[in-house]
């Protein structure tokens, strides 16, 4: 990490010792370097505060991460698209900083499978019109005006591509059912659009986008004291003290305790927080043992029916920018229950799914042992993917937007406080921006 580190941060004693430093180490600290940190610190140092951004990890970016080792070229294990890139902030600073990007708005699919063949032209048809009869009923329903129901409820059910189309866009694209994801959240942060996909990593865009900023890695905050005049975060490194916080760690560290809160945060916040829950997308990736490339071009789509109640296809991506290795992509319970088991359970269960395509024996003489599976739901600095609203809570992520404690010296920002952009880089980056305007307004 190239983020500039500053000595005096972790010798300091925790607030409320007799040395107490009668002022703040700086007028605003940032808990977090993720999208919604970098985002607030630059804008924070745009308007002329003094900042310094306090992150638990060893590296930028926190669910934008790139990393190249394993599979020998840059792999995103979080964020990979800029979503709706024309409305996109971090679209112009990708340009800006020469990054090489690619279009990927039209998603069809190579391969779709339906049962144990390639779906006929007729079939195709009928799932393309099964997706746009599902993402019309979601959106007339929440037009009707009526309360807010599991989105599972307004959606066609019963059609032969319905639990496809609804695995697709829930599980998979959403990190959760739709049987435990609002309908009004669905529809109101339903994301359109170009989709840019960046050759050198969307993580190694965001870190670069943190480079020089004062950060403080390896500095988790166990505690944010918000009683007195000023904030006070505290870890084991030691102390800081400021006339301000931006929170942007994520609604599943916050639900869990992750960074505690003296005194507590008012009901309403924590209520927000509860109705904010992490889902998860996970990524498994295994590399080409040789130069075959079972017949397939770059970013090739893989994708099939769903058989049944109990059935979770993983969707592929195959050879992306016409490097040697495989991406799959699986959400929702199935991902809950695989990152339980544990990387080999995924790999295997991986395998077995692109044996459906190619078969056993193509999947073996392909594809090298060994596979890289992303970890988002096991640690403990993000405890899933991003957020989705239960149902009945989708004003929750403009509550956890708008939460102005301590005379609105402490905020919240990141992807879950966005109420149209939820769940993307962008939205927490957009978040972290406003959150940083509003902070710097209340200290005057
Ligand atoms: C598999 C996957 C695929 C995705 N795909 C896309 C995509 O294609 N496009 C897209 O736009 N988005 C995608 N996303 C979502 C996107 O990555 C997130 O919405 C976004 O990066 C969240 O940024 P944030 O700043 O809100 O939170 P984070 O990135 O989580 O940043 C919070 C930071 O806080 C740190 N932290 C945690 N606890 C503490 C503590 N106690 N003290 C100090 N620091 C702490 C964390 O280490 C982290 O760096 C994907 C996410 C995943 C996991």
């Known amino acids: 990490m190239t983020a500039e580190t500053v000595d005096g941060v972790g010798g300091g004693r925790p607030a409320g010792a007799a040395s107490r430093p009668p002022r703040p180490d700086v007028e605003v600290v940032v808990i977090g370097a993720g999208a919604a940190g970098i985002a607030a610190a630059r804008r924070l140092l745009a308007l002329g505060r003094s900042v310094r951004v306090l992150e ?13 080792e394993v599979l020998g070229a840059p792999f995103d294990h979080g964020a990979s698209w800029i979503h709706v890139a024309e409305r996109n902030p971090l679209t112009p600073l990708a340009r800006s900083l020469g990054v090489t990007l690619r279009d990927e708005r039209r998603r069809v699919r190579d391969i779709l499978l339906a049962g144990d063949r390639p779906a006929t032209p007729a079939e195709r048809a009928a799932h393309d019109a099964a997706c746009e009869a599902w993402e019309a009923a979601a959106e007339t329903r929440d037009a009707s005006g009526g309360p807010d129901i599991p989105l599972a409820e307004a959606v066609p059910r019963g059609g032969p591509w319905d639990a496809t189309v609804s695995h697709w866009y829930s599980a998979i694209i ?11 959240d669905y529809v109101r942060t339903g994301l359109d659009g170009e989709n840019l996909q960046v050759a050198e990593g969307f993580g190694t865009l965001v870190a670069r986008l943190g480079e020089g900023l004062p950060v403080t890695p390896g500095a988790p905050v166990a505690r944010l004291r918000w009683d007195g005049a000023g904030m006070a975060a505290e870890g084991e490194w030691g102390a800081l003290r400021a006339g301000a916080a931006i929170v942007t760690v994520s ?3 916050l639900a869990t305790g992750g960074l505690r809160f003296l005194p507590e945060l008012p009901d309403a916040v924590q209520a927000a927080i509860a109705g904010l829950p992490q889902g998860l997308l996970s990524k498994i990736a295994l590399r080409a043992s040789g130069a075959g490339r079972l017949g397939l071009g770059p970013f090739a789509r893989l994708g099939r029916q769903v058989a049944g109640p109990g059935d979770h296809p993983i969707s592929w991506m195959l050879w992306p920018w016409d490097r040697d290795h495989a991406v799959g992509f699986i959400g929702g319970e199935a991902a809950w229950t695989l990152a339980r088991e544990g990387p080999a359970a995924a790999e295997a269960f991986a395998r077995a799914e692109l044996a459906r395509y190619v078969g056993p024996v193509e999947v073996a003489r392909s594809f090298a042992p060994g596979a890289v599976v992303t970890r988002w739901a096991e640690d403990p600095l993000f405890l899933g993917a991003y957020s989705h609203a239960r149902v009945g809570c989708h004003g929750a992520r403009a509550a956890l937007r708008d939460a102005a404690l301590a005379g609105g010296r402490l905020r919240f920002a990141g992807e879950a406080c966005h109420t149209r952009y939820a769940g993307t880089v962008g939205g927490a980056w957009s978040s972290g921006e406003r959150a940083a305007e509003a902070v710097h307004a209340a200290l005057g």
Do not use: D, I, N, Q
């Not at 638990?56 to 190249?68: D, K, M, Q, V």
């Not at 959403?174 to 009004?184: K, N, P, Y």
């Open 174 to 184: 959403s990190g959760v059912e739709a049987e435990r994801f609002s309908l009004h």
């Open 56 to 68: 638990a990890g060893a590296r930028l970016g926190g669910r934008a991460w790139t990393e190249s």
């Open 251 to 253: 609604t599943g560290v």
